[in-house]
């Protein structure tokens, strides 16, 4: 990849490149195997990581971000860290951490960046040497051709310094609510234009790379995260949103979830009716499980279940039947390359563009337009390949928010709309991830990325528990998510257990919240931490149970996410790895937790001192403005909240169609 122009002191350059070979360092063992020999000694500067670094910094951080890492930069020259022996060098780094909590998160980053860049670099052929050493195979494919793979929805060309548009209704945002609600008003005649802020990325620039796909498809490049480091969020940014990038996994809203919103003002989402608008969602994206097949790290899953006795069951999923190879599931993660998942891209989307609706791709919505109570458009810049930008206004009656509930309050916050509880009742659907190794092969990355779970826990704390579910493989993410005390320690850790990893994943729903709220920049920041004691110990629980899970299934091996190691192997006392899991600590950084799902944060109900849109989904201060994502959700559903974000969408569009409570006559 690319490095642009740099942005540090040669002070600090030569500083960061000491820190990062402290990080991935260049060691010499003795063994037999040269790929493993030639993976000790490579550095992180043998890979370029350095430049790769602040090449990141110059394309996407602001002054002010890049002042203070090089602060923290100053910090380890000033102590002469470059030229330190590698022990030295690794006791500064752990005694910095320590000195305080904001550069506990600042060195955490650095070690993130580092290890994405080193265990997911790709050269021109696609390839990153250290994966030799650990039995990981890359792309199994190359692309299909554009011309095998056309771009069969439309994207409006918008050029010069402003431009405009006319439409009866702006969505903002074409994930899996933005995505139905533009299909269902542009096939009843409205003039639909829908912003994202994303590119509009298909099979054909679906690499089956880690790096590529976070970079290009994901919010913030795949490395957003809380404002103190808590929780790593993990949303689609791209057109068709986290539906491009997501497992599949097809949930109906539960009964009680869907009771407990009716009384908070969802008339009729208890009754009936609502199955209507879940009927045409799992229809139209051909949910199914005939297309469901078990990967051996989800046989592992099933096997602990059924040794331990819990309920486990095969997921439907919104997947072709027709995929030919379900081994390339496991790169779904950065888009299908086979076209299999049946994303909005595939129909909701193309369903909107067939029916006429205009589309703006790296369209930043910058505020809603309203006057006099009620919605008149939306300001937004669309950024160019080269740099540029334009100023685009959309005039439009109706706004549908749709962003994700990280950046539709954000939006609504630099819209000074959506009252005082714009950004509260954040849910997050906090995850532990507990990593068996075992004996034999498993190679997570093969087959499908998400196809069994267990609700065994779903209620264990009253109405609040979490599911039990797996995900795949990847060299970065496990690095980055892994204890690192020394590069030696971390270099053999992952050569040791990649390739035999199951990862087991809990899936809580929330007791607590957090909130969005904006910086002076108006950025969406995102404030968040396990100071709920439910949460708490939903988390703990869950990651006790996840590792009594990989015992039970044979694991020779359990590795925890607590930045101080802890982690059990065969042989030794297990009741002390569990009474370390439930004394770790869960304050900031000292732990690798991550949000699949963000809802919430501009939620529907009755009451407007304590919700932001009404039982329909519109506004309660702002006519014409309609929340149509997870961020409506009034509380946390405890499911993978796909198909509850759909049906929402598809019955929020429906009360657009029959026109505004404020609508007068």
Same mark, same amino acid.
């Given at each position: 990849?690319?490095? /642009?122009?740099?942005?540090?002191?040669?002070?600090?350059?030569?500083?960061?490149?000491?820190?990062?070979?402290?990080?991935?360092?260049?060691?010499?063992?003795?063994?037999? $195997?040269?790929?493993?020999?030639?993976?000790?000694?490579?550095?992180?500067?043998?890979?370029? %990581? =350095?430049?790769?670094?602040?090449? @990141?910094?110059?394309?996407?951080?602001?002054?002010?971000?890049?002042?203070?890492?090089?602060?923290?930069?100053?910090?380890?020259?000033?102590?002469?860290?470059? +030229?330190?022996?590698?022990?030295?060098? /690794?006791?500064?780094?752990?005694?910095?951490?320590?000195?305080?909590?904001?550069?506990?998160?600042?060195?955490?980053?650095?070690?993130? @960046?580092?290890?994405?860049?080193?265990?997911?670099?790709?050269?021109?052929?696609?390839?990153?040497?250290?994966?030799?050493?650990?039995?990981?195979?890359?792309?199994?494919?190359?692309?299909?051709?554009?011309?095998?793979?056309?771009?069969?929805?439309?994207?409006?060309?918008?050029?010069?310094? /402003?431009?405009?548009?006319?439409?009866?209704?702006?969505?903002?945002?074409?994930?899996?609510?933005?995505?139905?609600?533009?299909?269902?008003?542009?096939?009843?005649?409205?003039?639909? %234009?829908?912003?994202?802020?994303?590119?509009?990325?298909?099979?054909?620039?679906?690499?089956?790379?880690?790096? !590529?796909?976070?970079?290009?498809?994901?919010?913030?490049?795949?490395?957003?995260?809380?404002?103190?480091? #808590?929780?790593?969020?993990?949303?689609?940014?791209?057109?068709?949103?986290?539906?491009?990038?997501?497992?599949?996994? &097809?949930?109906?809203?539960?009964?009680?979830?869907?009771?407990?919103?009716?009384?908070?003002?969802?008339?009729?989402?208890?009754? =009936?009716?609502?199955?209507?608008?879940?009927?045409?969602?799992?229809?139209?994206?051909?949910?199914?499980?005939?297309?469901?097949?078990?990967?051996?790290?989800?046989?592992?899953?099933?096997?602990?279940?059924?040794?331990?006795?819990?309920?486990?069951?095969? @997921?439907?999923?919104?997947?072709?039947?027709?995929?030919?190879?379900?081994?390339?599931?496991?790169?779904?993660?950065?888009?299908?390359?086979?076209? &299999?998942?049946?994303?909005?891209?595939?129909?909701?989307?193309?369903?909107?563009?067939?029916?006429?609706?205009?589309?703006?791709?790296?369209?930043?919505?910058?505020?809603?337009?309203?006057?006099?109570?009620?919605? /008149?458009?939306?300001?937004?810049?669309?950024? *160019?390949?080269?740099?540029?930008?334009?100023?685009?206004? %959309?005039?439009?009656?109706?706004?549908?928010?749709?962003?994700?509930?990280?950046? +539709?309050?954000?939006?609504?916050?630099? +819209?000074?709309?959506?009252? !005082?509880?714009?950004?509260?009742?954040?849910?997050?659907?906090?995850?532990? %991830?507990?990593?068996?190794?075992?004996?034999?092969?498993?190679?997570?990355?093969?087959?499908?990325?998400?196809?069994?779970?267990?609700?065994?826990?779903?209620?264990?704390?009253?109405? *609040?528990?979490?599911?039990?579910?797996?995900?795949?493989?990847? =060299?970065?993410?496990?690095?980055?998510?892994? !204890?690192?005390?020394?590069?030696?320690?971390?270099?053999?850790?992952?050569?040791?257990?990649?390739?035999?990893?199951?990862?087991?994943?809990?899936?809580? $729903?929330? *007791?607590?919240?957090?909130?969005?709220?904006?910086?002076?920049?108006?950025?969406?920041?995102?404030?968040? #931490?396990?100071?709920?004691?439910?949460?708490?110990?939903?988390?703990?629980?869950?990651?006790?149970?996840?590792?009594?899970?990989?015992?039970?299934?044979?694991?020779?091996?359990?590795?925890?996410?607590?930045?101080?190691?802890?982690?059990?192997?065969?042989?030794?006392?297990?009741?002390?790895?569990?009474?370390?899991?439930?004394?770790?600590?869960?304050?900031?950084?000292?732990?690798?937790?991550?949000?699949?799902?963000?809802?919430?944060? &501009?939620?529907?109900? #009755?009451?407007?001192?304590?919700?932001?849109?009404?039982?329909?989904?519109?506004? *309660?201060?702002?006519?014409?403005?309609?929340?149509?994502?997870?961020?409506?959700? =009034?509380?946390?559903?405890?499911?993978?909240?796909?198909?509850?974000?759909?049906?929402?969408?598809?019955?929020?569009?429906?009360?657009?169609?029959?026109?505004?409570?404020?609508?007068?006559?």
């Amino acid at each position: 990849m690319g490095v /642009t122009v740099g942005v540090l002191s040669e002070t600090r350059r030569r500083t960061l490149e000491a820190i990062c070979d402290t990080f991935a360092p260049s060691i010499e063992v003795d063994d037999e $195997r040269e790929e493993l020999r030639a993976f000790y000694a490579r550095s992180a500067s043998d890979l370029g %990581v =350095p430049a790769q670094i602040e090449g @990141l910094l110059a394309a996407s951080a602001l002054p002010e971000e890049i002042g203070a890492v090089g602060q923290l930069l100053d910090a380890f020259a000033a102590q002469d860290l470059a +030229s330190l022996p590698l022990g030295a060098r /690794t006791e500064l780094l752990h005694a910095v951490s320590a000195s305080a909590p904001e550069a506990k998160l600042g060195v955490r980053q650095l070690r993130a @960046l580092t290890f994405l860049f080193f265990y997911a670099l790709p050269d021109e052929a696609g390839h990153n040497d250290n994966w030799d050493a650990l039995g990981y195979p890359g792309p199994l494919s190359a692309p299909p051709a554009p011309e095998q793979a056309p771009k069969t929805i439309a994207v409006e060309q918008i050029l010069g310094e /402003t431009a405009t548009l006319t439409a009866d209704v702006c969505v903002v945002g074409s994930g899996a609510g933005g995505g139905v609600i533009a299909a269902e008003l542009a096939a009843a005649g409205r003039s639909v %234009v829908v912003l994202e802020m994303g590119g509009y990325r298909n099979e054909a620039d679906f690499k089956q790379l880690e790096l !590529p796909g976070m970079l290009e498809l994901y919010l913030g490049g795949g490395l957003a995260s809380s404002e103190d480091g #808590s929780i790593a969020i993990l949303a689609g940014s791209t057109l068709g949103g986290g539906t491009v990038v997501n497992y599949m996994n &097809c949930i109906r809203t539960p009964e009680s979830i869907r009771s407990e919103w009716a009384a908070m003002g969802i008339a009729g989402i208890d009754g =009936p009716d609502y199955e209507r608008h879940i009927d045409r969602i799992w229809e139209r994206l051909s949910v199914n499980e005939q297309a469901t097949e078990q990967n051996r790290t989800h046989r592992k899953l099933i096997d602990a279940c059924e040794q331990l006795g819990y309920p486990h069951r095969a @997921l439907t999923r919104n997947a072709d039947i027709s995929c030919e190879d379900p081994r390339a599931c496991g790169y779904c993660f950065a888009g299908c390359q086979s076209g &299999c998942k049946q994303s909005t891209l595939k129909t909701f989307l193309q369903d909107a563009a067939d029916a006429g609706a205009r589309f703006v791709v790296g369209a930043r919505a910058e505020r809603i337009l309203a006057a006099d109570g009620r919605a /008149t458009g939306v300001v937004a810049s669309v950024a *160019h390949e080269d740099g540029t930008t334009t100023a685009l206004t %959309v005039n439009a009656q109706s706004v549908i928010v749709a962003c994700g509930a990280i950046e +539709s309050p954000a939006l609504l916050l630099r +819209s000074g709309i959506g009252g !005082p509880d714009a950004g509260r009742h954040l849910r997050l659907h906090p995850a532990s %991830v507990v990593i068996g190794a075992y004996e034999e092969p498993i190679e997570g990355w093969t087959g499908q990325i998400q196809s069994a779970l267990s609700d065994e826990f779903k209620h264990c704390e009253g109405e *609040h528990g979490f599911l039990i579910e797996a995900a795949g493989v990847t =060299p970065a993410l496990q690095a980055m998510s892994l !204890p690192w005390m020394d590069g030696a320690q971390h270099k053999e850790l992952i050569a040791r257990t990649l390739k035999h990893a199951a990862p087991f994943v809990s899936v809580a $729903r929330d *007791h607590g919240e957090g909130r969005v709220v904006i910086d002076e920049h108006g950025r969406a920041v995102t404030r968040w #931490s396990f100071s709920d004691e439910v949460d708490a110990r939903l988390f703990r629980g869950a990651t006790v149970e996840l590792a009594r899970m990989h015992r039970a299934a044979g694991a020779r091996e359990i590795l925890t996410t607590f930045q101080q190691p802890t982690s059990w192997r065969e042989g030794e006392d297990f009741d002390a790895f569990i009474a370390a899991i439930e004394g770790g600590s869960l304050q900031a950084n000292d732990f690798a937790a991550f949000s699949a799902h963000q809802m919430g944060s &501009c939620r529907m109900g #009755s009451d407007p001192g304590e919700s932001v849109a009404d039982g329909r989904g519109e506004l *309660h201060d702002t006519a014409g403005v309609w929340i149509g994502d997870g961020s409506a959700f =009034p509380t946390a559903p405890g499911v993978n909240p796909m198909i509850s974000i759909m049906a929402l969408a598809h019955r929020t569009a429906e009360k657009i169609l029959a026109g505004s409570r404020h609508a007068s006559g």
